[in-house]
């Protein structure tokens, strides 16, 4: 597995990725699919930003990715990130999502980042396990926040400082 800065070359399979999610699941909220040019265009805000957005890689193919979008718009959020991963489906349960992770946060403290928070749909038991191995502590709590695919979805977020794993 190689992990490397995400390209414009790569929106396609971001964009194929992402948009099973959208389809199948309540762990996005978006309900339309996402299209090549869009996905781009989400590529190149998060560099404008000096923000990381990673992609893992199996055999030239992308099987994951990971990104790091502003918190909030205000001035004196700009230390604090939400982080983002994904996962091809038939890549799960091999370290990807860890890995990325691992990489991700990384990226994050060369830029002097300070919080990193993750934002869960619930439930979603993995994707609770894999930020809690990273050090994440839950922080709040949000109930029926969004509907989709017929049921109301809670929101929970997970919080890393940064500073505190130095």
Known sequence: ???RPAEQRDAA???AIYNHYVATTCI???TESVSNEEMRA???ETHSSNLPWLIAEEDGAVVGYAYASKWKGRCAYRYSVESTVYLDPASKGKGLGRALYVALI???RTRS????IGGIALPNDASIALHERMGF???AHFKRVGFKLDRWIDVGYWQLLLDAMR
Do not use: G, S, W
């Open 137 to 139: 502590e839950k922080v």
């Open 1 to 3: 597995m190689n992990i």
């Open 106 to 108: 990384e990226a994050l």
């Open 13 to 15: 399979a971001i964009a």
């Open 28 to 30: 996005t909220f978006e």
């Open 113 to 116: 980042m300070q919080t990193v």
């Open 42 to 44: 989400r590529i190149d």
